[in-house]
């Protein structure tokens, strides 16, 4: 059985800011690395050629280890998730301890070694009113109660601020979850067509398939047929197009439309 001792730690280990910090660093320099190793799949042959003789290790790490490589990879997955949950649970200790604050009427509350001294003196309802008035000119947010026998003005501002960072957790996290998201139903693969031939959408079709979703997948029982291939360059190197003209017929309703795949269209 879980102890209460343990749940608090744990409690701690995911609110903990440092942890945030530590993963975000840990993605971050993950996708660096993998950003400025070379990627073989994206280079010439020629290009390849040259860096397996003069720089040969480097073209290893770069073929492991690249973007590309590591966006796969569970590992990567792992720290994602990882990163969601503690900036999710962050974002709720945050407002809990915020709503607990708003509700905590005792001078317990307040510092000791903080803030400013001032000299105010008049009846106890002039000294409130200027009390106010010094807070309401730095734009504070003033409350009066009685605390244990005590007049109290309360003042706190930063309201905005606070919910401003929320504001950005949630984006944050949403931007996150949906890596990770993408990350667990991701599916590469790789299918060969030549120019008038057909075939059909199942999985042994494919010529090569590198990664399929986390719970698996179906395919819709559609029909390929490639028309035509054509491409454009700019000064004979750089693709700028390519296009494949397909007629692509769903098998189940007999509807048939034509769908040109263009470079850089999911």
């Not at 879980?2 to 910090?21: D, Q, Y």
């Not at 003033?142 to 905005?160: F, H, I, P, Q, W």
């Not at 667990?184 to 079709?205: H, M, P, S, V």
């Amino acid at each position: 059985p879980v102890k209460g001792g343990e749940i608090v730690m744990l409690w701690r280990l995911l609110t903990s800011r440092n942890t945030a910090i530590v993963l975000l660093i840990v993605v971050s320099a993950i996708l660096l690395i993998g950003a400025v190793l070379p990627n073989p799949a994206l280079m010439s042959a020629d290009e390849v050629e040259k860096f397996e003789k003069s720089a040969r290790f480097l073209i290893v790490l770069g073929e492991n280890f690249n973007s590309m490589k590591i966006g796969k990879s569970y590992v990567f997955g792992l720290v994602g998730i990882l990163l969601v949950i503690s900036t999710t649970f962050c974002s709720i200790d945050r407002i809990i301890k915020k709503i607990r604050a708003k509700s905590v009427r005792s001078t317990e509350a307040l510092p000791e070694s903080k803030g400013t001294t001032v000299s105010i003196s008049g009846t106890l309802q002039e000294v409130e009113e200027k009390l106010i008035s010094l807070f309401s000119k730095d734009r504070w947010k003033t409350e009066v109660y009685d605390s244990e026998g005590l007049r109290t003005v309360s003042a706190r501002k930063g309201d905005a601020g606070f919910w401003g960072s929320i504001f950005f957790h949630a984006i944050l996290i949403t931007l996150l979850a949906g890596l990770v998201v993408y990350f667990f139903t991701a599916f590469y693969a790789t299918i060969r067509f030549t120019e008038g031939q057909e075939l059909k959408l199942t999985e042994e079709n494919f010529l090569k398939i590198e990664r399929k979703p986390f719970f698996g997948i179906h395919f819709p029982e559609l029909l390929f047929r490639f028309n035509r291939f054509s491409d454009e360059y700019y000064a004979d190197r750089a693709a700028t197009d390519y296009m494949a003209d397909f007629d692509i017929t769903d098998l189940k309703s007999g509807r048939t439309w034509k769908h040109i795949f263009r470079i850089n269209e999911p």
